[in-house]
């Protein structure tokens, strides 16, 4: 069973430019998080998703800042015009079900570099 | 949702038992204690949980006191590939949708194996 999977690993943009992220969450799972983590820092929660349905975005900025999860397909985080300080991992996660106390199982996460 | 602290950093040799305390005293009755280990440029990934008591798997023990303001992940007989952080959660047992609803990471605590 393949866990969790994030593409690209790796992506460098020039300032202005947009980002895509993608993640695939385990099979079975229908329920997605995004989280980020800065250099030394712990994870910060984005946005949490159900197919089809955002269903909490409180720690997503306002502006620049969408995620998608549709009925076919992974699930999309996209930035667009992006800053220096959006430089940082991108990691998404999977749980089976909406419980809080279910594991959730990570990727290996996304490395934005803005140049 | 109960802050935690943990210290930032631990060293040990291979072959011993580590203990990683954290503490947690706004604890809610409904919360649950998780803990989860990232290596570098890997997404965490989940270790154990529990509520109260002891509770053991393959890979570690958590013990948390009656008054759950503490608990104590431990280790055995840790190896260099042990080298990690590993954050210390508290979880509430309900489901997402009301807000807020990704995991809470601190910094972590930043565990060195020795040779």
């Known amino acids: 069973n393949a866990g969790v999977m994030q593409n690209p690993r790796h992506l460098v943009r020039r300032r202005g430019q947009e980002a895509r992220l ?36 409180s720690g ?13 397909g992974p699930s999309i985080l996209r930035i667009q015009q992006v800053v220096r300080g959006d430089s940082a991992a991108y990691f998404c996660a999977s ?6 106390t279910d594991t959730q199982y990570f990727g290996p996460g996304t490395r934005l570099t803005v140049l | 949702l109960a802050k935690t602290t943990q210290p930032i950093s631990m060293d ?11 503490s947690h005293n706004n604890i809610a009755t409904n919360d649950y204690i998780t803990w989860y280990q990232q290596f570098p440029s ?4 989940f270790i154990i949980q ?3 008591t002891k509770v053991t798997n393959e890979v570690a023990s958590l013990f948390i006191p009656a008054d759950r303001k503490s608990s ?14 590993y954050y210390c959660l508290v979880v509430p047992a309900k489901y997402s949708g009301g807000g807020a609803d990704g ?6 605590t930043h565990l060195i194996i020795q040779p």
């Open chain 1, 22 to 57: 993608r993640c695939s969450p385990m099979k079975g799972h229908s329920h997605v998080y995004w989280y980020r983590q800065l250099p030394e820092e712990g994870l910060k929660f984005m946005v949490y998703l159900q197919k089809e349905n955002i269903i909490d975005e």
């Open chain 1, 60 to 72: 997503m900025p306002k502006e620049r800042f969408s995620a998608e999860f549709p009925k076919e």
């Open chain 1, 95 to 100: 749980s089976p079900t909406a419980r809080r």
């Open chain 2, 12 to 22: 040990s040799y291979e072959g011993q038992e580590v203990n990683i305390t954290c």
């Open chain 2, 42 to 45: 890997q997404g965490p990934r």
């Open chain 2, 50 to 52: 529990g509520y109260k």
């Open chain 2, 72 to 85: 104590t992940l431990s280790l055995p007989r840790v190896s260099l590939s042990d080298t990690a952080v």
């Open chain 2, 103 to 108: 995991l809470t990471f601190g910094k972590g």
